[in-house]
T-cell receptor, first 111, second 111 residues
Framework: GDSVTQTEGPVTVSESESLIINCTYS????????LFWYVRYPGEGLQLLLK?????QKGSSRGFEATYNKETTSFHLQKASVQESDSAVYYC????????FGDGTQLVVKP | EAAVTQSPRNKVTVTGGNVTLSCRQT?????MYWYRQDTGHGLRLIHY???????QIGDVPDGYKATRTTQEDFFLLLELASPSQTSLYFC??????????FGPGTRLLVL
């Protein structure tokens, strides 16, 4: 079936360090899935961080980037230099319409 | 700004009780979704709808009914609540670019 596996949290990094949260997917019922990263900041609702709908392309937002790699079925989230305000729970998701979510990765950025 | 609201925000009921969760969107989106999220896990799709009067079954529909009365309103019904349905419930609407907009969630406790 369709599924998403992402880095198990919590992930703790120091401010200004680089970050990668791994995400791999299996899309058996969707030929060309859209890929998403959603984020939930403390005290806020779940919101879209970035999305990519075409394989090979890169999405970016708020300094985060992710590249849709169909060959490795991956959509890793990266940031060169994290800030304390990036502390949140990040969800990788795939789908077309209704979407499949990973279990989420809590990111803790230490000052 | 487009919005998705949910009510109630918290609900406690007993086993066998009858619960209705409400969702309203002012996004003018056709698609609406109901998800549940259990601690440490991602969101799982219960039901969704692409318009008033329409209902589609999601991945974890057992024990749940849903009804879409208007474009704005989507209800989730638990007619015989069980402790296994204790969870955090999210409603969402989706735009044509496949981005989902989430409500703040409803915490349901079934004793």
């Amino acid at each position: 079936g369709d599924s998403v596996t992402q880095t198990e949290g919590p992930v703790t990094v120091s401010e200004s360090e680089s970050l990668i949260i791994n995400c791999t997917y299996s899309a058996t019922s969707i030929a060309y899935p859209n890929l998403f990263w959603y984020v939930r900041y403390p005290g806020e609702g779940l919101q879209l961080l970035l999305k990519v709908i075409t394989a090979g392309q890169k999405g970016s937002s708020r300094g985060f980037e992710a590249t849709y790699n169909k060959e490795t079925t991956s959509f890793h989230l990266q940031k060169a230099s994290v800030q304390e305000s990036d502390s949140a729970v990040y969800y990788c998701a795939l789908g077309e319409g209704g979407i499949f979510f990973g279990d989420g990765t809590q990111l803790v950025v230490k000052p | 700004e487009a919005a998705v609201t949910q009510s109630p925000r918290n609900k406690v009921t007993v086993t066998g009780g009858n619960v209705t969760l409400s969702c309203r969107q002012t996004n003018s989106h056709n698609y609406m979704y109901w998800y549940r999220q259990d601690t440490g896990h991602g969101l799982r799709l219960i039901h969704y709808s692409y318009g008033a009067g329409n209902l589609q079954i999601g991945d974890v529909p057992d024990g749940y009914k849903a009804t879409r009365t208007t474009q704005e309103d989507f209800f989730l019904l638990l007619e015989l609540a069980s402790p296994s349905q204790t969870s955090l419930y999210f409603c969402a609407s989706r735009d044509w670019g496949d981005t989902q907009y989430f409500g703040p969630g409803t915490r349901l406790l079934v004793l």
